[in-house]
C-alpha cells in the first residue's frame, strides 16, 4: 500500500470508534404474558418444540434475538410468558413487517386458538398482555 492510500492514524481511530459504538447498542427488551388453554397445551408445546423455519427467519430478519417462550402453572391455571430483545431502530415497523409475512399469519392462526388473553389484554383485543420491566442484571 502506499503512503498515499493509508488512511490518517486520527481517521482509522474515529472509524474504529464509531464501529464500536454502533455495535454495542444494548437491545431493547420485552416480556408479555397471556394464558393457555389446557386442553390445547400439548399442541401448543408440540408446535413450539419444532417450529416453522419460515417464523423463525422471519424474527430473525425483524431483528428479534434471544426470544424464548416459558410455560408456569398458577393455582392450577396455565400461563406463558415470553421474552425478546430487540435489535433493530423501528419496533413498530418490524412489527408490521411481521405480521404481513404470509407463514407468520398462518402460524398465528395455529397458536392463537390455544392462548387465553388476560382482562387488559382481551380488552384492547390482543392475546399478549405486556409486562414493565423492574430490574435488569448486566
Not at 408479555?32 to 419444532?50: F, N
Not at 419496533?91 to 386458538?113: G, I, L, S, V
Request: contains cysteine.
Amino acid at each position: 500500500m502506499t503512503t498515499a492510500m493509508k488512511p490518517a492514524p486520527a481517521l482509522l481511530a474515529a472509524l474504529l470508534l464509531t464501529g464500536c459504538a454502533t455495535g454495542s447498542r444494548s437491545p431493547e427488551r420485552f416480556a408479555w404474558v397471556t394464558g393457555l388453554k389446557p386442553e390445547k397445551a400439548d399442541y401448543y408445546r408440540r408446535l413450539h418444540a419444532d417450529p416453522w423455519p419460515a417464523v423463525n427467519r422471519t424474527l430473525k430478519d425483524c431483528h428479534i434475538r434471544n426470544f424464548s417462550i416459558h410455560e408456569c402453572e398458577i393455582d392450577g391455571r396455565l400461563y406463558l410468558f415470553a421474552y425478546l430483545e430487540y435489535t433493530g431502530k423501528d419496533f413498530a415497523a418490524d412489527m408490521e413487517q411481521m405480521a404481513a409475512d404470509p407463514e407468520t399469519q398462518r402460524w398465528w392462526k395455529e397458536t392463537d386458538p390455544c392462548q387465553s388473553p388476560l382482562p387488559p389484554a382481551a380488552a384492547a383485543g390482543k392475546i399478549w398482555t405486556d409486562m414493565q420491566e423492574l430490574y435488569f442484571l448486566k
